[in-house]
């Protein structure tokens, strides 16, 4: 039997929506100034509150928000902003026009072969057009591991055996020398953000808004094994990353940030 397709839940998504927030408002102050973009797209929009922030920075911008929920993109609609909603892969996009400033926080790291994409990205891109990137660091992190180990244990081992769960990251130097051929200026980084969840469970519940949509949509059809698989993921977890006594439950998260602009035309090339 297939397994549903992973849905999004705006609302387990944005119930950490400040943690997960800092990353992109990181993200965005470290775009060129004085750039004066006309096309903006944002790759993997979600709710869109993204898209909206950059057509309130850039008004004579057309912004283009793009994301593979129906449900995400609800939510971005009632956002009454001048803001051009598509439903879309990012893996088929193709703009209909070079772009000054693509921004894709937090999406890319669902997609393969990061060494053509990045490049392929880049190449979408007008001369001196920016492509910012933020893309957290999943898999090398310590709930990664946990979740990894409790998918290959217990009843539920051979249905999660082929999920297309996140995979690790390119290197940055691998980052960089994938963009060289299109970019002249790159600017690579990480930063650890050590969030303070409020609630119990709290890291299983910052999960399920993102990491384990692929395992709960192979669950899907078996009730009980989903809830014992949760069960068991949970305690580890908990274990893990215990509650403070005042509640709060400690998550380091590291994140990669990338901000690429592509190589300008030589003066004598203007026009050609």
Same mark, same amino acid.
């Given at each position: 039997?297939?397994?549903?397709?992973?849905?999004?839940?705006?609302?387990?998504?944005?119930?950490?929506?400040?943690?997960? &927030?800092?990353?992109?408002?990181? !993200?965005?102050?470290?775009? #060129?100034? *004085?750039?004066? $973009?006309?096309?903006?797209?944002? !790759?993997?929009?979600?709710?869109?509150?993204?898209?909206? =922030?950059?057509?309130?920075?850039?008004?004579?911008?057309?912004?283009?928000?793009?994301?593979?929920?129906?449900?995400?993109?609800?939510?971005?609609?009632?956002?009454?902003?001048?803001? &051009?909603?598509?439903?879309?892969?990012?893996?088929?996009?193709?703009? &209909?026009?070079?772009?000054?400033?693509?921004?894709?926080?937090?999406?890319?790291?669902?997609?393969?072969?990061?060494?053509? !994409?990045? %490049?392929?990205?880049?190449?979408?891109?007008? $001369?001196? *057009?920016?492509?910012?990137?933020?893309?957290?660091?999943?898999?090398?992190?310590?709930?990664? *591991?946990?979740?990894?180990?409790?998918?290959?244990?217990?009843?539920?081992? &051979?249905?999660?055996?082929?999920?297309?769960?996140?995979?690790?990251?390119? #290197?940055?130097?691998?980052?960089?020398?994938?963009?060289?051929?299109?970019?002249?200026?790159?600017?690579?980084?990480?930063?650890?953000?050590?969030?303070?969840?409020? @609630?119990?469970?709290?890291?299983?519940?910052?999960?399920? *808004?993102?990491?384990?949509?692929?395992? !709960?949509?192979? =669950?899907?059809?078996?009730?009980?094994?989903?809830?014992?698989? =949760?069960?068991?993921?949970?305690?580890? =977890?908990?274990?893990?990353?215990?509650?403070?006594?005042? @509640?709060?439950?400690?998550? %380091?998260?590291?994140?990669?940030?990338?901000?690429?602009?592509?190589?300008?035309? %030589?003066?004598?090339?203007?026009?050609?």
């Amino acid at each position: 039997m297939t397994a549903a397709p992973p849905a999004w839940d705006p609302g387990q998504y944005r119930r950490f929506e400040a943690e997960r &927030d800092r990353a992109a408002l990181d !993200l965005l102050v470290r775009l #060129p100034e *004085g750039l004066e $973009p006309r096309e903006i797209w944002d !790759l993997g929009c979600g709710a869109g509150q993204h898209a909206a =922030l950059l057509k309130r920075r850039y008004p004579h911008a057309q912004v283009h928000g793009l994301d593979s929920s129906e449900a995400m993109l609800a939510q971005a609609g009632r956002l009454n902003a001048d803001v &051009d909603w598509r439903q879309g892969d990012i893996a088929g996009w193709s703009p &209909d026009r070079p772009v000054d400033l693509i921004l894709a926080n937090a999406s890319l790291q669902w997609l393969p072969d990061h060494a053509a !994409l990045l %490049p392929r990205l880049a190449q979408t891109l007008a $001369p001196g *057009g920016v492509l910012a990137v933020q893309m957290p660091m999943a898999w090398e992190s310590r709930h990664h *591991g946990i979740l990894r180990a409790v998918s290959t244990e217990g009843a539920w081992a &051979d249905r999660l055996r082929d999920v297309d769960a996140i995979a690790p990251l390119l #290197p940055p130097e691998a980052c960089y020398e994938a963009l060289s051929e299109v970019c002249d200026e790159i600017d690579i980084w990480s930063t650890t953000y050590l969030h303070a969840l409020e @609630g119990e469970d709290a890291v299983l519940e910052w999960m399920k *808004g993102t990491a384990l949509r692929p395992h !709960l949509a192979a =669950l899907a059809e078996d009730p009980s094994t989903r809830a014992a698989w =949760l069960s068991a993921l949970g305690a580890r =977890l908990s274990a893990a990353f215990r509650r403070r006594a005042d @509640g709060r439950t400690l998550l %380091p998260f590291q994140r990669l940030f990338l901000v690429a602009r592509r190589r300008r035309a %030589p003066a004598g090339d203007a026009g050609r």
